[in-house]
């Protein structure tokens, strides 16, 4: 069964641009969902999309947003890119969403 | 509020040693709670998970954990470590809505 996979897996962008970033989850996985990590504030919960819905959403700004396929696949976005942005971001599929969760390699994003 | 903490952010064991990792939650109601393990710049693996029952379980490359629900923890053990087992590991507990609450972290270093 092929794993969770994360496009692209390296970026580099410039402030004010936007960017998007797609998660194929496990297949049979209707629920996905997206993790910022960086050295100062670990793991933070960005939101989890279940059926296309979005069930839960963290404590970040209206620049970052997401969405859920049909197909399960999902994309993050986040616009306005600033400095700050810059991160490993995680995408996790599960069958449920309170199943165990598989996270896929990650898209290291560089903001300059 | 929800939360997991890791007392140790670096440990330092030796090759052959055993290691426990310590691992605290805060969660109202029954926890799901997880180990995961990350290689530098890459996503977490799942080691083991705890749903319910038998309060000892077993995970992958020879890690256990046991759920200690009168003092919240949920340590991660493991009786011979290998050089290979250096990485990051991370507690979480599953809240609501498909989200992960992950702990800080503990950086493991395995001197030969």
């Known amino acids: 069964k092929a794993g969770v996979t994360q496009t692209p897996r390296y970026l580099i962008k410039t402030r004010g641009q936007q960017v998007t970033l797609s998660c194929s989850p496990i297949?049979?996985?209707?629920?996905v969902s997206w993790y910022q990590q960086t050295p100062g504030q670990g793991l933070q919960f960005l939101f989890e999309?279940?059926?296309?819905?979005?069930?839960n959403k963290g404590n970040f700004p209206g620049r970052f947003s997401g969405r859920q396929f049909s197909n399960s696949r999902s994309e993050m976005n986040v616009s306005t890119l600033e400095l700050g942005d810059s991160a490993l971001y995680l995408c996790?599929?599960?069958?449920?969403?309170?199943?165990?969760?598989?996270f896929g390699q990650g898209t290291r994003l560089t903001v300059v | 509020a929800q939360s997991v903490t890791q007392p140790d952010i670096h440990i330092t064991v030796s090759e052959g040693a055993s290691l426990e990792l310590r691992c605290n939650y805060s969660?109202?109601?029954?926890?799901?709670l997880f180990w995961y393990v990350q290689s530098p710049g890459q996503g977490l693996q799942l080691l083991l998970k705890y749903f319910s029952g038998d309060t000892l379980v077993q995970g992958i490359k020879g890690f256990e954990a046991e759920f200690k629900r009168s003092q919240s923890s949920f340590n991660l053990r493991k009786p011979s470590v290998h050089w290979s087992d250096a990485a990051e590991y991370f507690c979480a507990v599953a809240g609501e809505g498909g989200k992960l609450i992950f702990g800080q972290g503990t950086e493991l270093s395995v001197k030969p």
């Open positions: 969660y109202g109601a029954t926890p799901y």
């Open positions: 297949s049979g996985h209707r629920s």
């Open positions: 999309y279940f059926s296309e819905t979005q069930r």
């Open positions: 996790a599929s599960s069958s449920t969403g309170r199943s165990e969760a598989f």
